[in-house]
């Protein structure tokens, strides 16, 4: 047990050795520089720290067509809420930290999240298919974007 030890302890004092050999040092010291990886010039300034820090919204299609006039305020919230990820269901409550056993309440079979309440559940694919009815329209519930 312990000249195998030794070995490998020796084997990796050679591997260091051979790597700090191959190290290349300058013969005049060179001035420390600070150098920031993400501009172009290396130069780190306000501005592109609070760019660094604060990217760009990222340009998504579908906000302007619920944020129209046609459209009351309440149900373009409601629908920007479930778009991104953001209604208070059992699924983001558990993300946030909330302890709860999670049941869908309009089949108590499957667990609470967005995509069943709204897409999935027979509930919801009844209103949509009557909603199509209505419209004299098929509404496909497979292609959700992000959701």
Same mark, same amino acid.
């Given at each position: 047990m $312990?000249?195998?030890?030794?070995l490998?302890?020796?084997?990796?004092i050679?591997?260091?050795?051979?790597?700090? @050999?191959?190290?290349?040092? =300058?013969?005049?010291?060179l001035? &420390?520089?600070?150098? #920031?990886?993400?501009?172009?010039d $290396?130069?780190? /300034?306000?501005?592109?720290? !609070? +760019? !660094?820090?604060?990217?760009?919204?990222?340009?998504?299609?579908w906000?302007s /067509?619920? #944020?129209? =006039?046609?459209i009351p305020p309440?149900?373009? !919230?409601? !629908? @920007? @809420?479930?778009?991104? /990820?953001?209604?208070p %269901? &059992?699924?983001?409550? +558990?993300?946030? $930290?909330? %302890?709860?056993v999670?049941?869908?309440?309009?089949c108590?079979?499957?667990?609470?999240?967005s995509a069943?309440i709204?897409? &999935?559940s027979?509930?919801?694919?009844?209103?949509w298919? @009557? +909603?199509g009815?209505?419209?004299?329209h %098929?509404? /496909?519930? %497979?292609?959700?974007?992000?959701m």
């Open positions: $312990g000249i195998g030890i030794f490998i302890s020796t084997m990796i050679l591997t260091l050795r051979n790597k700090l @050999w191959r190290l290349l040092f =300058p013969v005049t010291p001035p &420390d520089k600070r150098v #920031w990886i993400h501009a172009s $290396g130069i780190l /300034s306000a501005k592109l720290a !609070f +760019q !660094f820090l604060n990217p760009p919204p990222l340009k998504l299609e906000p /067509s619920i #944020w129209c =006039p046609c309440s149900h373009s !919230f409601f !629908f @920007w @809420w479930l778009m991104l /990820s953001k209604m %269901t &059992d699924e983001n409550l +558990q993300l946030r $930290g909330c %302890t709860l999670s049941i869908c309440i309009l108590y079979k499957h667990a609470e999240n069943h709204f897409l &999935d027979e509930f919801s694919k009844s209103i298919n @009557w +909603q009815m209505k419209l004299n %098929t509404i /496909s519930l %497979t292609s959700s974007p992000e």
